[in-house]
């Protein structure tokens, strides 16, 4: 008996994750459209890869979200901020992940 629910499927996106984002940067909006999943899931997923990836040396690098209008970079993370705050701008681009082999 199969339990319902997300759980048999989470390998599988992992595998199709690590799929769409080897040797390519891909913001976690980019990545939901490509393996058909929530954006707001895809922070897990990564976490979750990341720590897989370590095992096979892989590694997951991530290119971190920055301010448009004054450049500062925000810590490396998975989530998006809304608002600099060193010029309180919200023109902030998205983080984007890759896997290098
Ligand atoms: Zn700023």
Redesign the pocket.
């Known amino acids: 008996v199969r339990e319902p629910g997300p759980a048999p499927r989470a390998e599988t996106l992992r595998q199709a994750i690590l799929a769409a984002i080897s040797g390519r940067w891909l913001s976690p909006r980019e990545i939901s459209g490509e393996v058909r999943i929530r954006e707001r899931d895809v922070a897990a997923h990564l976490e979750h890869l990341e720590r897989s990836l370590r095992a096979s040396g892989a590694r997951l690098r991530i290119d971190p979200p920055a301010?448009?209008?004054?450049?500062?970079v925000f810590a490396p993370g998975t989530g998006r901020p809304s608002r600099?705050?060193?010029?309180?701008?919200e023109r902030i681009s998205a983080a984007r992940f890759c896997v290098e082999q």
Do not use: D, Q
Not at 84 to 89: L, S
């Open positions: 301010c448009r209008s004054c450049g500062y600099c705050p060193e010029c309180k701008g």
